[in-house]
Protein backbone atom coordinates (compact mmCIF):
# COMPACT_ATOMS: atom_id res chain seq x y z
CA UNK A 1 0.00 0.00 0.00
CA UNK A 2 1.33 3.25 -0.86
CA UNK A 3 2.80 5.80 1.69
CA UNK A 4 -0.08 8.65 1.64
CA UNK A 5 -3.00 6.17 1.79
CA UNK A 6 -5.08 7.81 4.48
CA UNK A 7 -6.35 4.63 5.57
CA UNK A 8 -2.53 3.10 6.03
CA UNK A 9 -1.89 5.83 7.79
CA UNK A 10 -5.12 5.78 10.49
CA UNK A 11 -4.22 2.01 10.96
CA UNK A 12 -2.95 1.85 14.32
CA UNK A 13 -3.19 -1.96 14.24
CA UNK A 14 -3.84 -5.18 12.17
CA UNK A 15 -7.23 -5.50 10.39
CA UNK A 16 -8.82 -8.45 11.86
CA UNK A 17 -10.80 -11.05 9.85
CA UNK A 18 -12.90 -13.58 11.28
CA UNK A 19 -14.30 -16.73 9.02
CA UNK A 20 -17.04 -18.74 10.72
CA UNK A 21 -17.03 -22.05 9.50
CA UNK A 22 -14.18 -24.08 8.09
CA UNK A 23 -16.11 -25.65 5.15
CA UNK A 24 -16.08 -25.07 1.47
CA UNK A 25 -17.24 -21.37 1.56
CA UNK A 26 -14.70 -20.50 4.85
CA UNK A 27 -12.07 -22.27 3.31
CA UNK A 28 -12.18 -20.99 0.20
CA UNK A 29 -12.18 -17.24 1.12
CA UNK A 30 -9.83 -17.53 4.31
CA UNK A 31 -7.35 -18.51 1.47
CA UNK A 32 -8.35 -16.43 -0.62
CA UNK A 33 -8.04 -13.83 1.60
CA UNK A 34 -4.39 -15.06 2.90
CA UNK A 35 -3.24 -14.38 -0.48
CA UNK A 36 -4.63 -10.66 -0.91
CA UNK A 37 -3.02 -9.74 2.17
CA UNK A 38 0.45 -9.95 3.61
CA UNK A 39 0.47 -11.43 7.29
CA UNK A 40 1.83 -8.18 8.88
CA UNK A 41 -1.43 -6.36 7.40
CA UNK A 42 -4.51 -8.57 7.76
CA UNK A 43 -5.15 -11.63 10.95
CA UNK A 44 -7.53 -14.36 9.54
CA UNK A 45 -8.86 -16.62 11.78
CA UNK A 46 -11.24 -19.64 10.89
CA UNK A 47 -13.62 -21.12 13.69
CA UNK A 48 -15.04 -24.32 13.70
CA UNK A 49 -16.85 -26.76 16.04
CA UNK A 50 -14.69 -29.54 15.01
CA UNK A 51 -12.00 -30.69 12.25
CA UNK A 52 -13.85 -32.90 10.39
CA UNK A 53 -14.06 -31.19 6.14
CA UNK A 54 -16.65 -33.54 4.67
CA UNK A 55 -16.88 -33.73 0.70
CA UNK A 56 -20.12 -33.40 0.82
CA UNK A 57 -20.89 -34.01 -3.39
CA UNK A 58 -20.10 -37.75 -2.20
CA UNK A 59 -22.93 -38.63 0.23
CA UNK A 60 -25.00 -39.25 -3.11
CA UNK A 61 -22.84 -42.25 -3.61
CA UNK A 62 -22.60 -43.74 -0.49
CA UNK A 63 -25.81 -45.47 -0.30
CA UNK A 64 -24.89 -47.19 -3.45
CA UNK A 65 -21.68 -48.23 -2.52
CA UNK A 66 -19.87 -46.26 -4.84
CA UNK A 67 -18.18 -44.13 -1.83
CA UNK A 68 -17.40 -44.63 1.25
CA UNK A 69 -17.18 -42.37 4.29
CA UNK A 70 -13.51 -42.44 4.95
CA UNK A 71 -12.80 -41.49 1.58
CA UNK A 72 -15.28 -38.00 2.25
CA UNK A 73 -13.53 -36.72 5.30
CA UNK A 74 -10.11 -34.89 5.88
CA UNK A 75 -9.39 -32.80 8.36
CA UNK A 76 -10.55 -29.02 8.28
CA UNK A 77 -7.18 -27.82 9.40
CA UNK A 78 -5.20 -28.97 6.67
CA UNK A 79 -7.28 -27.14 4.07
CA UNK A 80 -6.04 -23.93 5.57
CA UNK A 81 -2.97 -22.16 4.32
CA UNK A 82 -0.18 -21.08 6.54
CA UNK A 83 -0.99 -17.83 8.34
CA UNK A 84 -4.28 -18.53 9.16
CA UNK A 85 -5.29 -19.64 12.31
CA UNK A 86 -7.74 -22.09 13.52
CA UNK A 87 -10.13 -22.68 16.05
CA UNK A 88 -12.29 -24.93 17.23
CA UNK A 89 -15.21 -24.06 19.34
CA UNK A 90 -18.70 -24.29 19.20
CA UNK A 91 -19.79 -20.50 18.03
CA UNK A 92 -22.27 -19.48 21.25
CA UNK A 93 -23.04 -15.90 19.52
CA UNK A 94 -21.92 -12.80 17.42
CA UNK A 95 -22.65 -9.60 19.08
CA UNK A 96 -22.97 -7.24 15.88
CA UNK A 97 -22.51 -4.11 17.66
CA UNK A 98 -19.87 -5.21 19.60
CA UNK A 99 -18.39 -6.84 16.16
CA UNK A 100 -17.76 -9.57 18.57
CA UNK A 101 -17.99 -13.23 18.20
CA UNK A 102 -18.28 -15.50 21.25
CA UNK A 103 -17.22 -18.99 21.26
CA UNK A 104 -18.65 -21.63 23.75
CA UNK A 105 -15.70 -21.93 25.72
CA UNK A 106 -15.90 -18.25 26.46
CA UNK A 107 -13.50 -16.97 24.24
CA UNK A 108 -14.07 -13.56 22.48
CA UNK A 109 -12.55 -13.05 18.92
CA UNK A 110 -12.82 -9.46 17.92
CA UNK A 111 -13.15 -8.52 14.21
CA UNK A 112 -13.11 -5.88 11.55
CA UNK A 113 -15.01 -7.69 9.03
CA UNK A 114 -16.82 -11.11 9.60
CA UNK A 115 -17.18 -13.50 6.78
CA UNK A 116 -20.32 -16.03 7.83
CA UNK A 117 -20.04 -19.45 5.80
CA UNK A 118 -21.63 -22.05 8.48
CA UNK A 119 -23.85 -23.49 5.63
CA UNK A 120 -27.10 -24.95 6.57
CA UNK A 121 -28.27 -27.72 9.17
CA UNK A 122 -31.02 -30.09 8.58
CA UNK A 123 -33.70 -29.99 10.68
CA UNK A 124 -35.71 -33.35 10.26
CA UNK A 125 -37.65 -32.58 13.59
CA UNK A 126 -39.46 -29.78 12.12
CA UNK A 127 -41.72 -31.89 10.04
CA UNK A 128 -44.18 -33.92 11.76
CA UNK A 129 -43.37 -37.69 12.80
CA UNK A 130 -39.99 -37.41 10.57
CA UNK A 131 -37.38 -38.25 13.41
CA UNK A 132 -40.55 -40.64 15.13
CA UNK A 133 -41.06 -44.27 14.90
CA UNK A 134 -39.46 -45.67 11.66
CA UNK A 135 -36.38 -43.35 11.32
CA UNK A 136 -33.18 -44.87 10.02
CA UNK A 137 -35.52 -47.96 10.22
CA UNK A 138 -37.86 -47.14 7.00
CA UNK A 139 -37.48 -43.66 6.68
CA UNK A 140 -34.04 -42.16 5.70
CA UNK A 141 -32.16 -39.51 4.86
CA UNK A 142 -28.55 -39.57 2.49
CA UNK A 143 -27.98 -35.68 3.54
CA UNK A 144 -25.57 -36.66 6.34
CA UNK A 145 -23.22 -39.01 6.91
CA UNK A 146 -24.27 -41.23 9.35
CA UNK A 147 -27.79 -41.27 7.19
CA UNK A 148 -25.89 -42.59 4.10
CA UNK A 149 -24.18 -45.30 5.77
CA UNK A 150 -27.59 -46.08 7.34
CA UNK A 151 -29.44 -46.00 4.10
CA UNK A 152 -26.35 -47.87 2.12
CA UNK A 153 -27.12 -50.92 4.83
CA UNK A 154 -30.60 -50.93 4.40
CA UNK A 155 -30.90 -50.59 0.45
CA UNK A 156 -28.69 -53.86 -0.27
CA UNK A 157 -31.11 -55.56 1.79
CA UNK A 158 -33.94 -53.84 -0.08
CA UNK A 159 -35.40 -56.07 -3.41
CA UNK A 160 -38.79 -55.92 -3.59
CA UNK A 161 -41.51 -52.93 -2.38
CA UNK A 162 -41.90 -49.31 -2.90
CA UNK A 163 -39.31 -46.30 -2.57
CA UNK A 164 -40.25 -43.05 -2.16
CA UNK A 165 -37.54 -39.79 -2.35
CA UNK A 166 -39.37 -36.95 -1.11
CA UNK A 167 -37.98 -33.40 -0.92
CA UNK A 168 -40.01 -31.42 2.13
CA UNK A 169 -39.41 -28.31 1.51
CA UNK A 170 -37.03 -25.75 -0.58
CA UNK A 171 -34.49 -24.66 -0.24
CA UNK A 172 -32.40 -27.73 -0.09
CA UNK A 173 -28.47 -27.93 -0.34
CA UNK A 174 -27.99 -29.34 -4.14
CA UNK A 175 -31.15 -28.93 -5.71
CA UNK A 176 -30.36 -31.66 -8.27
CA UNK A 177 -28.94 -34.12 -5.62
CA UNK A 178 -32.57 -36.12 -5.50
CA UNK A 179 -32.74 -36.22 -8.98
CA UNK A 180 -29.75 -37.59 -8.64
CA UNK A 181 -30.46 -40.33 -6.41
CA UNK A 182 -33.28 -40.91 -8.44
CA UNK A 183 -31.74 -42.34 -11.06
CA UNK A 184 -29.04 -44.12 -9.44
CA UNK A 185 -31.23 -46.02 -7.32
CA UNK A 186 -32.97 -46.96 -10.92
CA UNK A 187 -29.55 -48.22 -12.07
CA UNK A 188 -28.54 -49.93 -8.58
CA UNK A 189 -31.79 -52.02 -8.84
CA UNK A 190 -31.34 -53.09 -12.87
CA UNK A 191 -27.67 -53.99 -11.90
CA UNK A 192 -29.51 -56.25 -9.44
CA UNK A 193 -32.24 -57.81 -11.64
CA UNK A 194 -34.66 -56.13 -9.20
CA UNK A 195 -36.07 -53.36 -10.61
CA UNK A 196 -39.08 -55.02 -12.14
CA UNK A 197 -40.01 -55.36 -8.45
CA UNK A 198 -38.85 -52.40 -7.56
CA UNK A 199 -41.27 -48.99 -7.69
CA UNK A 200 -39.49 -45.62 -7.21
CA UNK A 201 -41.34 -42.43 -7.02
CA UNK A 202 -40.16 -38.76 -6.57
CA UNK A 203 -42.23 -36.53 -4.64
CA UNK A 204 -41.58 -32.93 -4.90
CA UNK A 205 -42.86 -29.79 -3.61
CA UNK A 206 -42.31 -27.90 -7.13
CA UNK A 207 -44.39 -27.92 -9.86
CA UNK A 208 -42.02 -29.94 -11.79
CA UNK A 209 -39.03 -32.20 -11.77
CA UNK A 210 -37.09 -29.28 -11.20
CA UNK A 211 -37.43 -25.33 -11.21
CA UNK A 212 -36.15 -23.86 -14.45
CA UNK A 213 -38.32 -24.83 -17.50
CA UNK A 214 -35.89 -26.41 -20.30
CA UNK A 215 -34.12 -27.75 -17.09
CA UNK A 216 -37.42 -29.25 -15.64
CA UNK A 217 -39.03 -30.90 -18.78
CA UNK A 218 -35.43 -32.28 -19.80
CA UNK A 219 -35.39 -33.93 -16.32
CA UNK A 220 -38.79 -35.03 -15.95
CA UNK A 221 -38.60 -36.63 -19.17
CA UNK A 222 -35.95 -38.81 -18.13
CA UNK A 223 -37.58 -39.57 -14.54
CA UNK A 224 -40.31 -41.05 -17.03
CA UNK A 225 -37.88 -42.63 -19.56
CA UNK A 226 -36.50 -44.74 -16.57
CA UNK A 227 -40.42 -45.56 -15.07
CA UNK A 228 -40.09 -43.26 -12.32
CA UNK A 229 -43.35 -41.73 -10.99
CA UNK A 230 -43.00 -38.08 -10.65
CA UNK A 231 -45.51 -36.41 -7.78
CA UNK A 232 -45.62 -32.71 -7.57
CA UNK A 233 -47.32 -29.54 -5.42
CA UNK A 234 -46.85 -32.27 -2.44
CA UNK A 235 -46.06 -30.13 0.40
CA UNK A 236 -44.91 -32.38 3.00
CA UNK A 237 -46.96 -32.65 6.33
CA UNK A 238 -46.43 -35.28 7.61
CA UNK A 239 -44.48 -38.56 7.76
CA UNK A 240 -45.40 -41.62 9.20
CA UNK A 241 -42.88 -43.76 9.16
CA UNK A 242 -45.39 -47.10 10.98
CA UNK A 243 -48.13 -46.82 8.47
CA UNK A 244 -45.74 -45.95 5.33
CA UNK A 245 -47.06 -43.23 4.16
CA UNK A 246 -46.35 -39.30 3.32
CA UNK A 247 -49.05 -36.83 4.23
CA UNK A 248 -49.48 -33.65 2.62
CA UNK A 249 -50.79 -29.98 4.40
CA UNK A 250 -53.97 -30.14 1.55
CA UNK A 251 -54.11 -34.27 2.37
CA UNK A 252 -52.92 -36.25 0.11
CA UNK A 253 -51.06 -39.23 0.56
CA UNK A 254 -48.08 -41.60 -0.88
CA UNK A 255 -47.73 -44.80 -0.07
CA UNK A 256 -44.09 -46.39 0.35
CA UNK A 257 -41.82 -48.97 2.07
CA UNK A 258 -38.44 -47.29 2.09
CA UNK A 259 -38.70 -43.40 1.98
CA UNK A 260 -35.49 -41.32 1.16
CA UNK A 261 -36.55 -37.69 2.74
CA UNK A 262 -34.57 -34.53 2.15
CA UNK A 263 -35.60 -32.65 5.68
CA UNK A 264 -35.98 -28.75 6.06
CA UNK A 265 -32.75 -26.89 6.49
CA UNK A 266 -31.62 -24.23 8.11
CA UNK A 267 -29.08 -21.83 9.03
CA UNK A 268 -26.92 -22.67 11.64
CA UNK A 269 -28.04 -22.54 15.43
CA UNK A 270 -25.95 -19.78 16.80
CA UNK A 271 -27.55 -17.55 13.78
CA UNK A 272 -31.18 -17.27 15.65
CA UNK A 273 -28.65 -16.61 18.80
CA UNK A 274 -27.04 -14.22 17.46
CA UNK A 275 -29.85 -10.66 17.63
CA UNK A 276 -30.30 -9.35 13.96
CA UNK A 277 -27.96 -11.62 12.12
CA UNK A 278 -30.37 -13.91 10.67
CA UNK A 279 -33.53 -14.29 9.03
CA UNK A 280 -36.50 -16.26 10.42
CA UNK A 281 -35.16 -19.20 9.40
CA UNK A 282 -31.24 -18.40 10.15
CA UNK A 283 -29.97 -17.56 6.80
CA UNK A 284 -28.17 -14.35 6.88
CA UNK A 285 -29.56 -11.54 4.29
CA UNK A 286 -27.03 -11.00 1.87
CA UNK A 287 -26.60 -8.82 -1.04
CA UNK A 288 -27.33 -11.00 -4.36
CA UNK A 289 -24.47 -9.12 -6.21
CA UNK A 290 -22.15 -7.93 -3.73
CA UNK A 291 -22.36 -10.56 -0.66
CA UNK A 292 -22.49 -7.80 1.68
CA UNK A 293 -25.06 -8.69 4.31
CA UNK A 294 -28.00 -6.27 4.78
CA UNK A 295 -27.61 -6.83 8.40
CA UNK A 296 -24.18 -5.19 8.86
CA UNK A 297 -21.60 -3.75 6.37
CA UNK A 298 -18.66 -5.28 7.94
CA UNK A 299 -20.75 -8.84 8.00
CA UNK A 300 -20.49 -10.58 4.46
CA UNK A 301 -21.68 -14.23 3.83
CA UNK A 302 -21.33 -16.70 1.43
CA UNK A 303 -22.35 -20.19 0.79
CA UNK A 304 -25.45 -21.81 1.84
CA UNK A 305 -25.51 -19.27 4.98
CA UNK A 306 -26.71 -16.84 2.92
CA UNK A 307 -30.01 -15.74 1.92
CA UNK A 308 -28.95 -15.10 -1.75
CA UNK A 309 -31.90 -16.55 -4.55
CA UNK A 310 -29.65 -19.45 -6.31
CA UNK A 311 -28.40 -23.25 -5.67
CA UNK A 312 -26.85 -23.76 -2.22
CA UNK A 313 -24.19 -26.02 -3.87
CA UNK A 314 -20.46 -26.16 -3.72
CA UNK A 315 -20.12 -24.59 -7.33
CA UNK A 316 -21.99 -21.51 -6.22
CA UNK A 317 -19.56 -21.20 -3.48
CA UNK A 318 -16.60 -21.45 -5.25
CA UNK A 319 -17.82 -18.55 -7.65
CA UNK A 320 -18.73 -16.17 -4.52
CA UNK A 321 -15.10 -16.75 -3.24
CA UNK A 322 -13.73 -14.93 -5.56
CA UNK A 323 -16.60 -11.68 -5.45
CA UNK A 324 -16.16 -11.70 -1.61
CA UNK A 325 -12.75 -11.66 -1.55
CA UNK A 326 -13.03 -8.67 -3.62
CA UNK A 327 -15.58 -6.85 -1.54
CA UNK A 328 -13.94 -7.69 1.77
CA UNK A 329 -10.35 -6.04 0.45
CA UNK A 330 -12.14 -2.88 -1.34
CA UNK A 331 -14.69 -2.57 2.09
CA UNK A 332 -11.36 -2.45 4.45
CA UNK A 333 -9.44 0.12 2.15
CA UNK A 334 -12.85 2.31 2.08
CA UNK A 335 -13.41 1.89 -1.85
CA UNK A 336 -17.02 1.23 -3.26
CA UNK A 337 -17.86 -2.03 -3.30
CA UNK A 338 -18.06 -5.22 -6.18
CA UNK A 339 -21.59 -5.66 -7.28
CA UNK A 340 -20.57 -8.58 -9.87
CA UNK A 341 -21.81 -11.78 -8.72
CA UNK A 342 -24.43 -12.72 -11.16
CA UNK A 343 -25.70 -15.91 -9.40
CA UNK A 344 -23.62 -18.57 -11.54
CA UNK A 345 -24.32 -22.25 -10.90
CA UNK A 346 -22.85 -25.26 -11.80
CA UNK A 347 -24.16 -29.05 -11.21
CA UNK A 348 -23.24 -32.38 -12.67
CA UNK A 349 -26.27 -34.11 -12.65
CA UNK A 350 -25.36 -38.27 -12.15
CA UNK A 351 -27.85 -40.02 -14.34
CA UNK A 352 -26.84 -43.67 -13.74
CA UNK A 353 -24.91 -46.20 -16.12
CA UNK A 354 -21.79 -44.36 -15.85
CA UNK A 355 -23.08 -41.16 -17.35
CA UNK A 356 -23.85 -38.02 -16.07
CA UNK A 357 -25.70 -34.54 -17.23
CA UNK A 358 -24.07 -30.78 -16.56
CA UNK A 359 -26.34 -27.75 -16.27
CA UNK A 360 -24.84 -24.33 -15.78
CA UNK A 361 -26.63 -21.31 -15.10
CA UNK A 362 -27.53 -18.03 -13.46
CA UNK A 363 -29.96 -15.42 -11.81
CA UNK A 364 -30.89 -14.71 -15.46
CA UNK A 365 -30.22 -17.58 -17.31
CA UNK A 366 -31.49 -20.56 -16.87
CA UNK A 367 -29.48 -23.73 -17.87
CA UNK A 368 -29.19 -24.14 -21.62
CA UNK A 369 -27.69 -27.31 -24.00
CA UNK A 370 -24.88 -26.28 -26.07
CA UNK A 371 -21.34 -26.46 -24.52
CA UNK A 372 -19.22 -26.04 -21.22
CA UNK A 373 -17.30 -23.39 -20.74
CA UNK A 374 -17.72 -22.65 -24.41
CA UNK A 375 -17.89 -24.58 -28.04
CA UNK A 376 -15.16 -27.22 -27.26
CA UNK A 377 -15.91 -28.36 -23.30
CA UNK A 378 -18.31 -30.68 -21.92
CA UNK A 379 -21.58 -31.72 -23.06
CA UNK A 380 -24.42 -29.49 -21.29
CA UNK A 381 -27.84 -31.01 -20.64
CA UNK A 382 -26.82 -33.76 -22.46
CA UNK A 383 -26.06 -37.52 -20.82
CA UNK A 384 -23.09 -38.00 -21.37
CA UNK A 385 -20.09 -40.61 -20.16
CA UNK A 386 -17.46 -37.63 -20.15
CA UNK A 387 -19.51 -35.70 -17.59
CA UNK A 388 -19.64 -38.30 -15.37
CA UNK A 389 -15.45 -38.55 -15.81
CA UNK A 390 -16.11 -35.11 -14.88
CA UNK A 391 -17.80 -35.64 -11.99
CA UNK A 392 -15.57 -38.43 -10.66
CA UNK A 393 -12.19 -35.67 -11.14
CA UNK A 394 -14.21 -33.00 -9.63
CA UNK A 395 -13.62 -34.39 -6.43
CA UNK A 396 -10.08 -33.88 -7.14
CA UNK A 397 -10.78 -30.15 -8.24
CA UNK A 398 -12.11 -30.00 -4.77
CA UNK A 399 -9.34 -30.80 -2.15
CA UNK A 400 -6.67 -29.74 -4.92
CA UNK A 401 -8.01 -26.30 -6.87
CA UNK A 402 -11.30 -25.57 -5.09
CA UNK A 403 -10.56 -25.11 -1.32
CA UNK A 404 -7.40 -23.75 -2.04
CA UNK A 405 -8.50 -20.98 -3.48
CA UNK A 406 -7.34 -21.40 -7.25
CA UNK A 407 -9.10 -20.81 -10.59
CA UNK A 408 -10.28 -23.63 -12.58
CA UNK A 409 -8.68 -23.00 -16.12
CA UNK A 410 -11.29 -21.83 -18.03
CA UNK A 411 -13.66 -21.67 -15.01
CA UNK A 412 -14.59 -18.23 -13.74
CA UNK A 413 -17.03 -16.95 -11.54
CA UNK A 414 -19.41 -15.14 -14.23
CA UNK A 415 -21.49 -17.61 -16.35
CA UNK A 416 -20.20 -17.90 -19.49
CA UNK A 417 -22.92 -17.47 -22.60
CA UNK A 418 -19.90 -18.53 -25.88
CA UNK A 419 -20.42 -22.08 -25.73
CA UNK A 420 -24.45 -21.90 -25.20
CA UNK A 421 -27.87 -22.26 -27.45
CA UNK A 422 -29.76 -19.18 -27.01
CA UNK A 423 -32.61 -20.76 -29.60
CA UNK A 424 -34.40 -22.77 -26.70
CA UNK A 425 -35.31 -19.96 -24.28
CA UNK A 426 -38.72 -20.25 -23.88
CA UNK A 427 -41.30 -18.08 -23.09
CA UNK A 428 -43.48 -19.64 -19.86
CA UNK A 429 -41.87 -19.63 -16.98
CA UNK A 430 -42.34 -22.64 -14.58
CA UNK A 431 -43.22 -21.62 -10.53
CA UNK A 432 -41.33 -22.76 -7.56
CA UNK A 433 -43.19 -23.09 -4.27
CA UNK B 1 -50.55 -9.08 -18.50
CA UNK B 2 -54.29 -8.17 -18.49
CA UNK B 3 -56.11 -5.24 -17.34
CA UNK B 4 -58.73 -5.90 -15.18
CA UNK B 5 -61.17 -4.19 -12.85
CA UNK B 6 -61.24 -5.31 -9.02
CA UNK B 7 -63.33 -3.68 -6.93
CA UNK B 8 -63.97 -0.83 -8.87
CA UNK B 9 -60.46 0.16 -10.18
CA UNK B 10 -58.64 -0.69 -13.13
CA UNK B 11 -55.27 -2.73 -12.48
CA UNK B 12 -52.88 -4.77 -14.55
CA UNK B 13 -52.16 -8.54 -13.54
CA UNK B 14 -49.55 -10.63 -14.88
CA UNK B 15 -50.46 -13.91 -16.62
CA UNK B 16 -51.01 -15.86 -13.39
CA UNK B 17 -53.13 -12.89 -11.72
CA UNK B 18 -50.21 -10.77 -9.60
CA UNK B 19 -51.29 -7.48 -9.23
CA UNK B 20 -48.38 -5.52 -11.18
CA UNK B 21 -48.16 -2.42 -8.76
CA UNK B 22 -48.61 -3.67 -5.09
CA UNK B 23 -49.42 0.05 -4.19
CA UNK B 24 -52.66 -0.03 -5.60
CA UNK B 25 -53.76 -2.61 -3.62
CA UNK B 26 -57.13 -2.13 -1.60
CA UNK B 27 -58.76 -4.06 1.23
CA UNK B 28 -61.38 -4.23 -1.46
CA UNK B 29 -59.10 -5.92 -3.80
CA UNK B 30 -58.73 -8.54 -1.38
CA UNK B 31 -62.23 -9.98 -0.93
CA UNK B 32 -62.16 -10.20 -4.86
CA UNK B 33 -58.39 -11.39 -5.64
CA UNK B 34 -59.60 -14.12 -2.73
CA UNK B 35 -63.04 -14.53 -4.44
CA UNK B 36 -61.79 -15.47 -7.80
CA UNK B 37 -59.49 -17.73 -5.74
CA UNK B 38 -62.32 -19.98 -4.24
CA UNK B 39 -62.05 -18.57 -0.74
CA UNK B 40 -64.88 -16.15 0.64
CA UNK B 41 -65.63 -14.87 3.02
CA UNK B 42 -62.32 -13.59 3.95
CA UNK B 43 -62.09 -14.32 7.97
CA UNK B 44 -60.19 -12.53 11.02
CA UNK B 45 -57.55 -15.17 10.50
CA UNK B 46 -57.38 -14.61 6.47
CA UNK B 47 -56.85 -11.01 7.39
CA UNK B 48 -54.49 -11.69 9.91
CA UNK B 49 -52.23 -13.49 7.07
CA UNK B 50 -53.00 -10.92 4.21
CA UNK B 51 -51.56 -8.09 7.01
CA UNK B 52 -48.92 -10.07 7.47
CA UNK B 53 -47.79 -10.81 4.01
CA UNK B 54 -48.16 -7.05 3.12
CA UNK B 55 -45.76 -6.11 6.40
CA UNK B 56 -43.41 -8.55 5.50
CA UNK B 57 -42.92 -7.14 1.71
CA UNK B 58 -42.78 -3.93 2.81
CA UNK B 59 -39.89 -4.21 5.40
CA UNK B 60 -37.75 -6.79 3.04
CA UNK B 61 -38.89 -6.38 -0.80
CA UNK B 62 -40.65 -10.22 -0.65
CA UNK B 63 -43.69 -12.43 0.46
CA UNK B 64 -42.15 -14.87 2.94
CA UNK B 65 -42.09 -18.75 1.97
CA UNK B 66 -44.62 -21.44 3.97
CA UNK B 67 -42.02 -22.14 6.35
CA UNK B 68 -41.02 -18.73 7.31
CA UNK B 69 -45.16 -17.86 7.77
CA UNK B 70 -45.61 -20.75 9.69
CA UNK B 71 -43.12 -19.87 12.10
CA UNK B 72 -43.42 -16.15 12.24
CA UNK B 73 -47.04 -14.97 11.31
CA UNK B 74 -48.58 -16.62 14.67
CA UNK B 75 -50.61 -19.19 12.50
CA UNK B 76 -49.46 -22.86 12.37
CA UNK B 77 -48.98 -24.11 8.93
CA UNK B 78 -51.55 -26.70 9.32
CA UNK B 79 -54.19 -23.75 9.48
CA UNK B 80 -52.26 -21.39 6.76
CA UNK B 81 -52.86 -24.92 4.44
CA UNK B 82 -56.60 -24.42 5.30
CA UNK B 83 -57.07 -20.90 5.32
CA UNK B 84 -55.40 -20.85 2.05
CA UNK B 85 -55.75 -24.59 0.18
CA UNK B 86 -54.12 -23.38 -3.15
CA UNK B 87 -50.49 -22.91 -1.33
CA UNK B 88 -50.97 -20.67 1.31
CA UNK B 89 -47.33 -18.38 0.50
CA UNK B 90 -48.63 -18.12 -3.25
CA UNK B 91 -52.45 -17.46 -2.81
CA UNK B 92 -51.85 -15.14 0.31
CA UNK B 93 -49.71 -13.01 -1.55
CA UNK B 94 -51.99 -12.88 -4.13
CA UNK B 95 -54.58 -11.71 -2.24
CA UNK B 96 -52.18 -9.09 -0.53
CA UNK B 97 -51.39 -7.59 -3.89
CA UNK B 98 -47.85 -8.57 -3.44
CA UNK B 99 -45.22 -10.30 -5.55
CA UNK B 100 -45.34 -13.91 -5.71
CA UNK B 101 -42.63 -15.05 -3.35
CA UNK B 102 -39.19 -15.27 -5.48
CA UNK B 103 -38.77 -19.32 -6.35
CA UNK B 104 -35.79 -21.08 -4.72
CA UNK B 105 -33.65 -22.95 -7.07
Redesign the interface.
Known amino acids: MMVGDGKWRQRSRMDRIVVLGGGTGGTIAANRLRRAYREDEVSITVVDQDDRHLYQPGLLFVPFGLAHAEDLVRPRGRQLQRGIEYVVDPIDHVELERRCVHLEEGRELPYDVLVVATGAVLAPEETDGLTGDGWMEKVFTFYDLDGAQALAERLELFDEGRLVVNVVEMPIKCPVAPLEFCFLADWYFRQRNVRDRVEIAFVTPLDGAFTKPVASRRLGGMLEERGIELVTEFDTGEVDGVGGKLVSYDERAVRFDLAVVVPVHNGSAYVARSPGLGDPLGFVPTDEHTLQSTVSPDVFALGDAANVPTSKAGSVTHFEGEVLVENVRRFLAGQPLDASYDGHANCFIETGFSKAMLIDFNYDTEPLPGRFPSSVGLPLMKESHLNHLGKLLFQWFYWHTLLPGRDIPGVHSAMPMSGKDWRLVPTEEVSAS | MTIDTIAGTAVELND?GFLVDPSQWTEAMAVELARRDGIDPLTDRHWQVIRFMRRQYED?GSG?????LG??SGIP??E??QLF?K?P??TAAKVAGIP?P????
Do not use: D, F, Q, S
Open positions: ETPNVRMKTTKLYPGAKKRGCI
